[in-house]
Nanobody, 125 residues
């Protein structure tokens, strides 16, 4: 089992920045994929950014150039630096982990193994 706990959410004005963190704990016996998803009220969960076992990153079009995903493997912490925030970035942000063989699941939410409970990000205009 892997537990994921997000933190760092909050309320900011448009153009502001936030840094989300996700701490992973539990039994992890192999390199794993990590990702950030978000879900706005009344909308489906969508992928924001993902990082694979070797540090390769993928971003949703809405996040490119503004968000940066990174991981500290020694501490088992995942980060999401969010800059130039917009009101449309308002959502619950979730951390996800895939512990298994093969390619990382990308932005298919159903492909991820573990999820955190989320941290709320609210951006006001």
């Amino acid at each position: 089992q892997v537990q994921l706990v997000e933190s760092g959410g909050g309320s900011v004005q448009s153009g502001g920045s936030l840094r989300l963190s996700c701490e992973a704990s539990g039994y992890i016996d192999a390199p794993y994929c990590l990702g950030w998803f978000r879900q706005a009220s009344g909308k489906e969960r969508e992928g924001v950014a993902a990082i694979d076992r070797d540090g390769g990153t993928t971003y949703a079009r809405s996040a490119k150039g503004r968000f940066a995903i990174s991981r500290d493997n020694a501490k088992n912490i995942l980060y999401l630096q969010m800059n130039s925030l917009k009101p449309e970035d308002t959502a619950m942000y979730y951390c996800a982990a895939y512990v298994g063989r093969g390619y990382c699941p990308g932005f298919r939410a159903s492909g991820w193994t573990y999820w955190g409970r989320g941290t709320q990000v609210t951006v006001s205009s």
